[in-house]
């Protein structure tokens, strides 16, 4: 197998980064642009190095629009740490929080949020095994909430939320791991967006997050520095030394995707991926969809075929086939194809192909 030879690889995260982003990184990996030394190697106080993590912040800032009232901030400890991070920094206001259940992720970060407040279930769709997300309706915010926290895109269970939740004055916080640069977004509603990298950004440990520099300096007197968004504001994301080099190929997928269209370019070709599979699964006497139809995700495709042992097939023979890790996660069963923005639309064609064939030859 060449360097190049690669196959399609559907994983949930850490998952596919553009080839041009990886080939860049590996042509610059030993001397980056006449520097004498690889990323990796040079102090994040050098001018080299902040112009790098000045333009990933300012391509970051004008692919998503994101207002001068919100600042981005780099932080380690991946989206889990931004559990604890949220109610650190915001539960203070009030000590409570509203949490929307929709899925696992949800989930953990709602219990450790408890740690720190009283938290309020504002809807779960538990019920029907997070196979749909609750429509406005359905959502009970609380009046004196310091913040409402949902879970924008369900890695696990394949759903999505196809709307920006209502909530008066009350701060939206969201997790957007799995779907953040897939569509443009409206930051300014949001008081608070997170999203770990490995999905749609880069390697893994990455946490970006969008706050809205109103909400900041009101953190528990316990949190610590490195966890408290005014700290991080204040120092430029470099109270510590930051994710030098994740933060780098992050500037190179940011530029990818400008070649691709921006985020705008993205909600396209994620549209046209996403029909591609749901044609089939809809289209079949042998595959079902997991999610509800109108919460489906463009992200995480899960599927099932009903039987146990023919999922467990399925997944070896794509294996074996060059589709790898379509598998789906160990809460959902079945089968889940995440075909993030780095997965070109031949691999979700091919991958469409291999399942019509599939049901042909296990009729
Ligand atoms: C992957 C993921 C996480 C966990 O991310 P880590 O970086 O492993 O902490 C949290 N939320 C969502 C929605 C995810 O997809």
């Not at 893994?204 to 953190?219: P, Q, R």
């Not at 991080?232 to 190929?249: E, F, G, K, Q, R």
């Amino acid at each position: 197998m060449s360097s190049t030879d690669r196959i399609y690889n559907f994983s949930a995260g850490p998952s596919m980064l553009p080839l041009p982003v990886l080939e860049q990184a590996a042509q610059e990996m030993t001397n980056y642009r006449g520097s004498g030394m690889s990323v990796m190697e040079m102090s994040h106080r050098s001018k080299v190095y902040i112009d790098i993590f000045n333009e990933t912040k300012a391509d970051f800032k004008r692919l998503l629009k994101v207002p001068d009232t919100h600042e981005v901030i780099f932080m380690q400890g991946g989206a889990t740490l931004q559990f604890s991070a949220v109610p650190l920094n915001l539960i203070g206001s009030t000590g409570k929080a509203d949490y929307a259940i929709t899925g696992n992720f949800s989930d953990l970060a709602m219990q450790e949020a408890q740690k720190y407040g009283e938290i309020s279930i504002v809807c779960s769709s538990a019920d029907k095994n997070h196979s749909y997300i609750p429509s406005q309706d359905e959502l009970k915010i609380s009046s004196d909430a310091s913040y409402f926290h949902y879970c924008a895109n369900n890695t696990v269970f394949g759903t999505e939320w196809k709307y920006i939740p209502e909530t008066g004055s009350i701060p939206i916080v969201s997790d957007m791991s799995s779907n953040i640069l897939s569509k443009p977004i409206d930051v300014s509603k949001y008081g608070v967006i997170y999203a770990g990298a490995q999905k749609n950004m880069g390697p893994a440990g990455l946490a970006v997050v969008i706050v809205d520099k109103s909400l900041t300096g009101k953190e528990l007197p316990s949190t610590p520095k490195l966890l408290s968004y005014q700290v991080m504001v204040d120092t430029d994301s470099m109270h510590n030394t930051p994710a030098c080099y994740t933060i780098y190929i992050l500037g190179l997928t940011l530029k990818w995707l400008e070649t691709q269209g921006g985020v705008e370019g993205m909600e396209k070709l994620k549209t046209d991926k996403a029909k591609i599979l749901y044609d089939v699964i809809d289209n079949s006497s042998l595959f079902k969809g997991c999610a509800e139809i109108p919460a489906r995700s463009d992200m995480n495709v899960t599927f099932r075929t009903g039987s146990d042992e023919l999922d467990d097939k399925f997944v070896n023979e794509s294996t074996a086939a060059g589709f790898d890790n379509l598998k789906g996660h160990r809460a959902a069963g079945g089968m889940r194809a995440s075909i993030y923005n780095a997965m070109p639309v031949e691999g979700v064609s091919a991958l469409a192909d291999f399942m019509r064939n599939f049901e042909i030859n296990n009729k």
